[in-house]
């Protein structure tokens, strides 16, 4: 397609051999012809009156009949027309043709009338020949202006019939003069047609250029919207290809975790404990890796839909301390939450998904002392706030650390778990924060810690809504011995890696690889409640690990009146897993899960119905 905004302006003023713009001319004439045709034919009424009885009526007859007869054939153009306004440029200049012909036709029919009827009658027939002569030139300039040659010929047949005549008139006074004064109007009648021709031609040129980048922008918008729609469908393809080959990757990376931790359990080498070390720590760096890059995937395609609702902090901060305080004792840390009495009006899941990355950094880069995550009032709003007595951030580095892949250095050697990771858990927090509309802020001292701010509006919980929700504080150092534990796995590696594991940690387990399997075994024991339950999401034949819960839970149901303690392992992680852990009492890892994580979230949930 030619891209006329790319024309030099005089290229705007097409030539007549431009059909668009001669189309656009005819169309405009076609629009605008019917009050010329009622003009015409009202002069030739006043005419054929002031000559009826100063001429032969049938050669009076016959001439008017044939005017009113190309009257007519112009008039069918005009009908035709207004029957069909969407003809094409073809279809016009065909028209055009006979229309051409039509009208010379007229101009040829008046010219024959001044030659024959001049000379009839009086001085008041000259007079009125005259004047509806000119009149019907100055008529045929406004109409015929656009077409030029043929405003030429129509107006050197007509008045310059009427000049010959009267310069040869011998029988007037001053015919001569007259004679003069008509060709002086002649001249004048050109020029104005010259004149309105130019400003209409370029009129009608602006409007064909402005048609012609209307259609270069209808174009290229559709163009536009077509590479939108692949680019979100490549978007999209790009995810779901991502989220369905992180599921795959976790399973044998989540079955090494597990194999590498029962042989643990089989050798005292030192050597062989430090290389199972290196291959767990390995494990969950690769499963942090596949929770950020999936994470910043669903930010860059839209697939993060922000619905702020009251927000309970004391339920916040409750799931927080579930996830995150194995692993503070695991290191060692205090892991404390303050202003708990607070409400929130955010969305829940994107706040949530903010302070984890937040507090997982904290506890990644504290080695001595603790992480604290607090709410405040401040001005009116909230103010979320995470603080550690880790290494600190440089000031030079402060402000990149919200960059995509950049990762602080440290003054000191940073422990090889500090260096885990893309760097893109900052870069997320910030674009989770744009998404809420808040600021976020950091303060830092090296050697010292560092604090990350969220402002956040505060909220109201309805009165039926509150209340208090207690959660124990279990003893992280519960023993297995006794327990039993029901596995629900499909994977055949990563079942077998759990039941080995469990059973070096002093536990029955026993392992099933489908909701009708488990169903069965505890329909044929319900005396055998089991003390945990932990199942993979996605199951065979379209079940999932919500429906082995339900399934088991519904056998035992009446034994001690509690729900049996679940937790869902899965490498899933597009499910939406949160709301349905809040709606059937259970708790989410992510595979692949490092043994002492799952240890102690298993631990942390025999503690709390302990």
């Known amino acids: ?65 044939w005017i009113l007869l190309l009257t007519f054939g112009r008039l069918q153009h005009y009908l035709r027309f207004a029957r069909h306004p969407e003809a094409g440029d073809a279809q016009i200049l065909d028209w055009s043709r006979s229309w051409r012909l039509l009208l010379h036709g007229q ?32 008529a045929a300039i406004h109409l015929l202006t656009l077409v030029p040659r043929d405003l030429g010929v129509f107006l050197s047949l007509v008045l310059l019939s009427l000049v010959i005549n009267m310069a040869m008139d011998d029988g007037r006074p001053y015919s001569l ?57 490549a978007s999209r393809a790009k995810t779901q290809f991502f989220a369905a080959a992180s599921h ?21 080498d030192p050597e062989a404990a430090k290389l199972i070390n290196s291959i767990n ?17 669903r930010i860059d395609t839209g697939a ?13 901060f409750a799931r927080l301390r579930l996830q995150f305080e194995p692993v503070a004792f695991e290191k060692g840390l205090m892991l404390s939450f303050h202003g708990e009495q607070h409400v929130l009006h955010t969305d829940p899941t994107i706040v949530e998904r903010i302070l984890r990355n937040l507090v997982s950094n904290a506890l990644r880069y504290t080695e001595d002392g603790g992480v604290l995550v607090s709410c405040r009032r401040r001005q009116g709003q909230l103010l979320l706030q995470v603080w550690d007595s880790g290494i600190g951030i440089a000031p030079p580095a402060l402000t990149r650390i919200f960059d995509e892949f950049y990762q602080v250095q440290s003054q000191r050697p940073l422990e090889p778990h500090h260096r885990k990771g893309l760097g893109l858990g900052l870069s997320i927090v910030k674009r989770l924060a744009e998404l809420l509309q808040t600021p976020l ?22 009165p039926q809504a509150m209340g208090s929700l207690e959660l124990g504080r279990a003893p992280l150092g519960l023993t297995l011995d006794g327990r039993l534990i029901v596995i629900v796995e499909d994977e055949p590696a990563v079942s077998e890696g759990l039941v080995v594991l469990l059973q070096a940690w002093g536990a029955e387990a026993l392992a099933f690889d489908s909701v009708p399997s ?44 509690t729900p049996i303690p679940a937790i869902m392992v899965t490498g899933s992680t597009m499910t939406g897993h949160e709301l349905d852990a809040q709606a059937h009492d259970f708790h989410v890892l992510i595979k692949p899960v490092v043994p002492n994580k799952l240890r102690a979230m298993i631990a942390f949930k025999l503690g709390m119905r302990s």
């Not at 802020?441 to 010292?448: C, K, P, Q, Y």
């Open 304 to 316: 993060v839909d922000v619905n702020p609702k009251a927000v309970p902090v004391r339920e916040l």
């Open 441 to 462: 802020t950091v303060n830092s001292r090296v050697g010292h810690g560092t604090v990350f701010g969220l402002t956040v509006p505060a909220g109201r919980l309805e």
């Open 177 to 233: 003069e007259l004679a003069g004064v008509l060709c002086v109007l002649y001249v004048i009648a050109l020029v104005m047609g010259r004149t309105y021709h130019h400003t209409l031609r370029n009129a009608i040129a602006l409007k064909v250029h402005a048609d012609r980048l209307a259609e270069q922008l209808r174009v290229e918008k559709a163009l536009a919207d077509e590479n939108r729609r692949a680019a979100e469908a």
């Open 281 to 297: 720590e390995s494990v969950d760096a690769l499963e942090g890796l596949f929770g950020e890059l999936l994470d910043i995937t």
């Open 248 to 268: 795959d990757l976790r399973q044998p990376l989540h079955a090494l975790g597990l194999f590498a931790e029962a042989l643990r359990q089989r050798t005292h």
């Open 1 to 65: 397609m030619t891209d006329v905004s790319s024309r030099p302006p005089t290229g705007l003023w097409a030539p007549l051999a431009d059909s668009a713009l001669v189309a656009d001319r005819y169309r405009s004439l076609f629009s605008q012809m019917l009050p010329s045709l009622m003009g015409n034919t009202l002069g030739l009424l006043i005419f054929v009156l002031v000559y009826w009885r100063h001429v032969s009526l049938p050669v009076l007859a016959v001439w008017a009949g």
């Open 518 to 561: 488990v169903r069965a075994w505890a329909q044929a024991n319900p005396g055998q409640r089991p003390d945990l339950l932990l199942v993979d999401y996605r199951l065979p034949e379209g079940a999932t690990g919500i429906d082995a819960l339900l399934a088991v839970r519904a056998v035992y149901a009446g034994i001690d009146g």
């Open 107 to 138: 101009a040829l029919a008046w010219a024959l009338g001044i030659w024959m009827f001049y000379g009839a009658g009086g001085h008041f027939q000259l007079i009125t020949m005259v004047v509806l002569t000119y009149c019907y030139c100055l």
